[in-house]
């Protein structure tokens, strides 16, 4: 056994499964709905405090704090920030808090208070162990994911401070998810399309029907069918396959025989990272602009709420230590993947440029009722954190 592989064996096995399961446990019973997230920061926060961090407290709302510490490194490794949000969706009727065998139930138990707990493990064990780091790890605890009333405004306020130097990371690993190297998402659009009749309503026997706007209206719902039919035939993305358009809405018209004056479809877009959102807008402008022409009508086409695309390379030295991590815990690879959904990810890259990816214990039951979370599966994801962390930021001071 070469001397690296006895210290990663000696900090696996440091990873006190129980001691997660515990502490998971205690943070599930603990509500954490978006907006009300102050009385689990404050239990998280004491817990890092006990471990010997100092803990930064970012006040992002009254009583709403992200929460920040960093395991020092000696100064010339790359470091790495672990990063996972404490809020949860409502409960509403989510089985109540239990342990029973491997598994833990709950609201927030895979999503993600379980990955949060687990990352606390990762950096008991590397403290028990007494790992000194090259470079610096750090770990946030972000609130305000969840529920779109917050705005974003945990990862939002995460990206200031990561700015201005508050926090550090060379990387964002986020603990959501699979047991999987998530490492890229496709952009996602809402967007309207409206078609304006310059000619006003006029009873509809004055119009040919050929001149009503609703059958361009029409053209441009085929035309969109056709495009999602060239979307999946070609320049599929290798990780996330197919971009896609979807139509949510359509209006038109607000009497039987007048013709309408506005036409306005809603959809979404989720395209890839070949493409900025005001180039995909321009592309859907582009389909567009022929019917409306065709037609004599305005075209509007705008965005109403936007997220870049983000993608991280597999070969990317950070990805790459998850991979070996994740290889010596599981004994097998761990699969790249992408999305078409998009996270936070997507804006810590975007608005931060941090290269970022995901990497969790799990996923299948966020957000149901019957939510739950696999306690071997947060020891496992313990462990590939640690390890991560010894790989990238580099151990006893050899940097990578
Ligand atoms: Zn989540």
Request: hydrophobic content about 40%; aromatic content about 8%.
């Given at each position: ?30 509500p ?11 239990f ?19 009583g ?20 996972g ?43 028990s ?52 190297l ?70 038109a ?124 599966r ?23």
């Open positions: 056994m070469t001397q690296n592989q006895a210290q990663w064996t000696a900090l696996r096995d440091a990873v006190d499964g129980e001691w997660i399961a515990q502490l998971a446990q205690a943070m599930v019973e603990i954490s709905v978006t907006m009300q997230e102050a009385e689990v920061c404050q998280y926060a004491a817990q890092l405090r006990e471990l010997g961090f100092d803990v930064d407290e970012r006040r992002v709302t009254d709403r704090y992200n929460i920040y510490a960093r395991l020092p490194g000696t100064g010339d490794g790359p470091s790495l920030m672990l990063n949000h404490l809020d949860t969706i409502p409960i509403g009727d989510c089985v109540p808090c239990r342990r029973e065998g491997d598994r833990l139930y709950g609201r927030g138990a895979t999503d993600m208070k379980g990955a949060m707990a687990a990352k606390l493990g990762a950096l008991r064990a590397l403290k162990v007494g790992v000194t780091l090259a470079g610096d790890l750090w770990l946030s605890a972000i609130v305000g994911h969840e529920e779109p009333e917050a705005e974003k405004d945990g990862p939002l306020a995460l990206i200031e401070d990561w700015k201005n130097g508050r926090i550090g990371g060379d990387r964002i690993l986020i603990g959501e998810g699979w047991n999987e998530w490492v890229m998402s496709m952009g996602t659009m809402v967007f309207e399309i409206e078609l304006t009749s310059p000619r006003g309503g006029t009873h509809t026997t004055y119009v040919p029907f050929g001149e009503n706007p609703i059958r361009f209206l029409g053209d441009l719902i085929q035309r969109i069918a056709a495009y999602q039919e060239e979307l999946d035939r070609g320049g599929l993305h290798p990780l996330a396959g197919a971009e896609r358009i979807d139509v949510g809405t359509v209006e018209g607000d009497y039987f025989n007048r013709t309408p004056v506005l036409c306005r479809l809603t959809g979404t877009l989720r395209w890839g990272p070949r493409a900025n959102a005001e180039e995909a807008l321009a592309e859907l402008r582009e389909l567009a602009a022929p019917i409306a022409e065709a037609g004599q009508l305005e075209l509007n086409v705008n965005m109403i709420h936007e997220r870049e695309p983000f993608e991280t390379p597999g070969d990317d030295p950070a990805v790459q230590a998850v991979a070996q991590a994740h290889r010596f815990v599981h004994g097998g690879q761990a699969e790249i993947t992408g999305k078409r959904i998009v996270g936070d990810a997507n804006l810590y890259v975007n608005l931060g440029g941090v290269p970022s990816f995901y990497y969790g214990p799990s996923n299948e039951t966020a957000h149901s009722d019957g939510e739950w979370v696999s306690l071997s947060l020891t496992q994801a313990a462990q590939v954190y640690a390890l991560t962390a010894a790989e990238y930021c580099g151990l006893n001071g050899n940097g990578r």
